[in-house]
T-cell receptor
Framework: DSGVTQTPKHLITATGQRVTLRCSPRSGDLSVYWYQQSLDQGLQFLIQYYNGEERAKGNILERFSAQQFPDLHSELNLSSLELGDSALYFC????????????FGPGTRLLVL | EDQVTQSPEALRLQEGESSSLNCSYTVSGLRGLFWYRQDPGKGPEFLFTLYSAGEEKEKERLKATLTKKESFLHITAPKPEDSATYLCAVQAGDYKLSFGAGTTVTVRA
């Protein structure tokens, strides 16, 4: 158990809908990262937050957004969902801004029908 | 752009048959190279972090090494429970992890 929690574990929704994925980092960790894992793309970095502020962006679509709250939990919002958004979404956390190990949560499996 | 290439894509081993996985990388300003293990449908599980060429780390039957261009994950006398996908990732100045596609290891009893 990495200490990172994610909810829900599974999510099934329809195209065009909006969903919110939630992540609680390890106790004391200030950085939260979001990754997407699909069969054809592998693990792709989406976005990083550090102590409530956005710090880095990867290949995140404009339909996707995230935020980190004062209690340090984070939410990833996915809107106008398409079939191709079906994937595993992972959250990871690390103690500080970067340079040390990122610990991953169990993931949320999203299926868009 | 950071590039990480892992080989082979898949590896089938007999129990006790040692082997090595390769991770070659191109990155500007390496901060660290990470190895993770991932079981199907689960989150990546941290194994090792390597920071500089020549560094080595060991954990049970696994040993990771790092050069300026590549890293190896050596699996010594593997057991069926070592079956998993092993992921290599590099971290550069922007702190994000860039992952390779992984090597899926299957160990038969």
């Amino acid at each position: 158990d990495s200490g990172v929690t994610q909810t829900p574990k599974h999510l099934i929704t329809a195209t065009g809908q909006r969903v919110t994925l939630r992540c609680s980092p390890r106790s004391g960790d200030l950085s939260v990262y979001w990754y997407q894992q699909s069969l054809d793309q592998g693990l792709q970095f989406l976005i990083q937050y550090y102590n409530g502020e956005e710090r880095a962006k990867g290949n995140i679509l404009e339909r996707f957004s995230a935020q980190q709250f004062p209690d340090l939990h984070s939410e990833l919002n996915l809107s106008s969902l398409e079939l191709g958004d079906s994937a595993l979404y992972f959250c990871a956390s690390s103690a500080t801004l970067g340079g040390e190990t990122q610990y991953f949560g169990p993931g949320t499996r999203l299926l868009v029908l | 752009e950071d590039q990480v290439t892992q080989s082979p894509e898949a590896l089938r081993l007999q129990e006790g048959e040692s082997s090595s996985l390769n991770c070659s990388y191109t990155v500007s300003g390496l901060r660290g190279l990470f190895w993770y293990r991932q079981d199907p449908g689960k989150g990546p599980e941290f194994l090792f972090t390597l920071y500089s060429a020549g560094e080595e780390k060991e954990k049970e039957r696994l040993k990771a090494t790092l050069t300026k261009k590549e890293s190896f994950l050596h699996i010594t006398a593997p057991k069926p429970e070592d079956s998993a996908t092993y992921l290599c990732a590099v971290q550069a100045g922007d702190y994000k992890l860039s992952f390779g596609a992984g090597t899926t290891v299957t160990v038969r009893a």
